[in-house]
Nanobody, 119 residues
Framework: QVQLVESGGGLVQTGGSLRLSCAASRSILSLNTMGWYRQAPGKQRTLVAALTSGGTINYEDSVKGRFTFSRDNAKNTVYLQMDSLKPDDTAVYYC?????????????WGQGTPVTVSS
């Protein structure tokens, strides 16, 4: 079992910055993958940035150069630094983790943190 708790969302003006945090209930080194997703009103949940099991960080095209995924293993926390925010970035942001103890993969989600970018 993994509990994920996001924080850091809020209201920001266009061009502003926010840093989201996702604290895990267990060592993030034990997790297969971790990532950030977002869901805008009336739209599907989509990938923003993800750390793969191989150590690669993948970003959705529209956030490349503006968002940065990072982690603090000692704090069991991953972050999403969001700079140069745009109104299109408005969404609820979710943290996701996968755990694969043997051959089955388990998926866990946080409760989400809302981000609103005003124009």
């Amino acid at each position: 079992q993994v509990q994920l708790v996001e924080s850091g969302g809020g209201l920001v003006q266009t061009g502003g910055s926010l840093r989201l945090s996702c604290a895990a209930s267990r060592s993030i080194l034990s997790l297969n993958t971790m990532g950030w997703y977002r869901q805008a009103p009336g739209k599907q949940r989509t990938l923003v940035a993800a750390l793969t099991s191989g150590g690669t960080i993948n970003y959705e095209d529209s956030v490349k150069g503006r968002f940065t995924f990072s982690r603090d293993n000692a704090k069991n926390t991953v972050y999403l630094q969001m700079d140069s925010l745009k109104p299109d970035d408005t969404a609820v942001y979710y943290c996701r983790a996968t755990l694969r103890p043997l051959t089955k993969t388990y998926e866990y989600w946080g409760q989400g943190t809302p981000v609103t970018v005003s124009s």
